[in-house]
């Protein structure tokens, strides 16, 4: 069975941090690359952070750039999100997603919420 955990979330003040983790099973962790989403109320899914599968290259959207830090560890089968200087426009619902050409798996969601 695939899943996808994450875990890690919560609420913090404006300029705190948070680390958000995908624990992965039921697949080959190592051949899928990995992103984390996010939803915010009345707004459309959106990607923030993305790692390639073999070689760990990373794609931060604008709006992160500097604050977050994507990374994988291939031993745990985790994926963490390493958050920095949270905003409160990074409220949102965050996602964990596993993507290998036709296959393309989603964890249920974890919540981060940013108080100003």
């Known amino acids: 069975e695939v899943q996808l955990v994450e875990s890690g979330g919560g609420l913090v003040q404006a300029g705190g941090s948070l680390r958000l983790s995908c624990v992965v099973s039921?697949?080959?962790?190592?051949?899928?690359?990995f992103g984390w989403f996010r939803q915010a109320p009345g707004k459309e899914r959106e990607g923030v952070s993305c790692?390639?599968?073999?070689?760990?290259?990373?794609y931060y959207q604008d709006s992160v750039k500097g604050r977050f830090t994507i990374s994988r560890d291939n031993a745990k089968n985790t994926v963490y999100l390493q958050m920095n200087s949270l905003k409160p426009e990074d409220t949102a619902v965050y996602y964990c997603?596993?993507?290998?050409?036709?296959?393309?798996?989603w964890g249920q969601g974890i919540q981060v919420t940013v108080s100003s």
């Open positions: 997603n596993a993507e290998q050409l036709v296959d393309d798996y």
């Open positions: 039921g697949f080959s962790f190592d051949d899928y690359a």
């Open positions: 790692i390639s599968s073999r070689t760990g290259s990373t």
